[in-house]
């Protein structure tokens, strides 16, 4: 249990500290404040700007992914697809026809 101490900590750590909007107004209000600096130099907004890389090479992984998938009949599925595209809107027309103050005499 012991070995483990530290990584409590530092997940504690990471999950408690988050700049508040009040933090911010507090540091508008002060002289010397700058909460630019201090949003920039926190340590949430560190993760996360640490964080892109690894989310940038998820990217790049998920991207291979689809373009290696191949689709029979694709065309078929485009037409398809369309033609659905074009039930719904027609759909559309016919309910805005329907519940057209015109018509509901």
């Known amino acids: 249990m012991l070995r483990l101490w530290p990584y409590y900590i530092v997940t504690l750590f990471l999950v408690a500290f988050h700049l508040s909007y009040n933090t911010l107004l507090n ?6 404040g700058d909460p630019e600096n201090l949003l920039r130099n926190s340590f949430y907004q560190f993760q996360a700007d640490r964080a892109i890389t ?41 309910r805005d026809i ?8």
């Open 27 to 32: 540091q508008l209000r002060c002289k010397d």
């Open 54 to 94: 690894d989310l940038e090479r998820q990217m790049k992984v998920l991207q291979e992914e689809r373009d290696a998938i191949h689709i029979e009949e694709e065309d078929s599925l485009e037409n398809y697809y369309s033609l659905l595209e074009q039930y719904k809107n027609l759909k559309m027309d016919v």
């Open 98 to 105: 329907i519940f057209s103050p015109r018509y509901c005499e």
